[in-house]
């Protein structure tokens, strides 16, 4: 009898390898496995062409517009509308776009929030509504089965959201008690913090997109509903349709539920940004009390750049190897080197208004000064020092080769599409774009962070316990230092 030999069970065929035997191989096998040594990566191949589906565009006769992409592989479809506008439309309430896109699915038709939950998971749909600072959305993820039920239903969520009272005084008093809770997230106060100082008052990024007490306290059914009917509107609404049906049926779709879709009154106008951000001329430290913290949140930055910069490849290789992978040089210094750390990160946030530069950490109370010196130094040695050729091919290739990732799916597909439309751009960039980081060197990522890094014009965040941390951070001398009081930031 073989070491390996075949027997019958049950009807079925197993193959068997005795015990001793398999004991026997396993060193073999264990030993014929390569460790990875991060001195020697494996050669990569050359990256395939990046195939990007076509998009049918068209656009109803009320003005919606339509992006319509094919993808058969699975019997799914995900449907997402933007509406141009969020939260640059909240003027003197912050907050209130947010409120209003959280409210749709609350009620509507002639559904109540749990009636409307239940057909959805009935359908095997997920429905989701919310705003960002340039549009709204709503997006509809359901079995190509179930499409028709599940479109009306967006269609319910989407056009005649009910708003009612009862609905509203729920919501409003849950987002009060949210506030609150906020100013026990270092990382929220922060971000709040980072913004109010970084772009002035005008701007709509010195705003809360989640507003503050005193806007949310003043919301109620009318004002909400008032803001719809100027806010959602059919010639701002782009439909993105990606799934498992043809471009007629579609469009067929879409027009029998919103091609009747008449703004209700005049359309709220879009506000120019017309403020710059708050310019510096040396880095300035904020700190925010957080007595008895055990962790400081550091977040040191500036004001960003535009996403359709003819930089935009060099940038998203340089912060790749600065702060915007797991294997970046903020994160191995702050958190493997230092240990002062679970992650440090950096990257630019793109919105149609140039969103900012931000490097970030939460860091042991002890090590705040530090960690300071570490974030400093990573932000002006990638200034000061080329890169390896080495360090720049394995930001490319981060790069480079996570984008099929970005159109594995329906969902994925949608999110891209709706991106780059906020910045009139199309699916067709992303090879360019591909194209475009390969060609990224040493020279073009110093360059980059020459320009757009500017660590001597920080704006420095601390939000941590100031009676252990404020004499060492003085100390450093990086700029002139104010203490911010949580209560003006988190208003």
Do not use: C
Not at 198 to 208: A, D, L, N, S
Not at 430 to 455: H, K, M, S, W
């Amino acid at each position: 009898m073989t070491a390996a030999s075949t027997r019958r069970s049950g009807g079925s065929f197993h193959s068997r390898i005795a015990p001793f035997t398999a004991l026997m191989l396993l060193p073999a096998a264990l030993g014929a496995q390569t460790r990875y040594d991060p001195a020697k990566p494996p050669r990569l191949g050359k990256p395939a062409p990046l195939v990007v589906p076509p998009v049918h565009r068209s656009i109803l006769a009320n003005g919606v517009a339509l992006r319509i992409v094919e993808q058969r592989e699975l019997p799914l479809v995900q449907i997402t509308a933007t509406i141009d506008g969020g939260a640059r439309l909240d003027g003197r309430t912050p907050g209130l776009a947010t409120f209003v896109a959280g409210m749709l699915d609350e009620g509507a038709g002639s559904r109540d929030a749990a009636a409307l939950q239940s057909e959805l998971a009935y359908l095997g749909a997920t429905l989701g509504s919310g705003a960002s600072w340039d549009d709204f959305t709503v997006s509809l993820k359901v079995p190509v089965r179930s499409l028709g039920p599940a479109l009306d239903l967006m269609a319910d969520v989407l056009l005649r959201p009910t708003f009612a009272a009862t609905d509203v005084r729920r919501q409003r008093d849950l987002r009060l008690a949210a506030l609150l809770q906020q100013r026990d997230q270092p990382n929220a106060v922060a971000a709040l913090a980072f913004n109010q100082v970084v772009y002035p008052e005008g701007h709509p990024y010195h705003q809360p997109i989640g507003g503050d007490s005193a806007s949310t306290a003043a919301l109620d059914s009318t004002t909400v509903r008032a803001f719809y009917d100027r806010a959602y509107r059919p010639e701002r609404t782009t439909f993105i349709v990606v799934g498992d049906l043809s471009v007629a049926d579609a469009r067929n779709a879409i027009q029998s539920r919103f091609g009747s879709w008449v703004a209700r009154s005049t359309a709220a106008p879009i506000p120019a940004v017309t403020r710059a951000p708050t310019p510096l001329t040396a880095t300035r430290v904020y700190l925010v009390d957080k007595p008895d913290a055990a962790q400081s949140v550091i977040q040191v930055g500036w004001p960003g750049v535009d996403r359709r910069s003819p930089d935009y490849a060099a940038l998203m290789v340089m912060n790749t190897m600065l702060g915007g992978s797991f294997t970046s040089r903020l994160n191995m210094n702050l958190r493997e080197t230092h240990g002062y750390s679970y992650g440090a990160r950096s990257g630019f946030t793109f919105r149609k208004a140039p969103g900012p530069f931000v490097a970030s950490a939460a860091v042991r109370t002890d090590v705040t000064d530090s960690s300071l010196v570490e974030f400093f130094r990573e932000l002006r040695r990638v200034r000061d020092e080329r890169a390896t050729g080495d360090d720049v091919a394995r930001a490319r290739n981060y790069v480079e080769l996570g984008l099929p990732g970005s159109l594995e799916g329906t969902t994925q597909v949608a999110s891209q599409v709706a991106e780059l439309q906020t910045f009139g751009l199309t699916l067709a960039e992303l090879p360019r774009f591909a194209a475009l980081v390969r060609a990224v060197t040493p020279a073009d990522v110093q360059r980059v962070a020459r320009t757009y890094l500017t660590p001597d014009r920080a704006t420095v965040v601390v939000v941590g316990d100031l009676a252990r941390t404020r004499a060492s951070i003085d100390a450093l001398k990086l700029g002139p230092t104010a203490v911010l009081d949580i209560r003006s930031v988190m208003r």
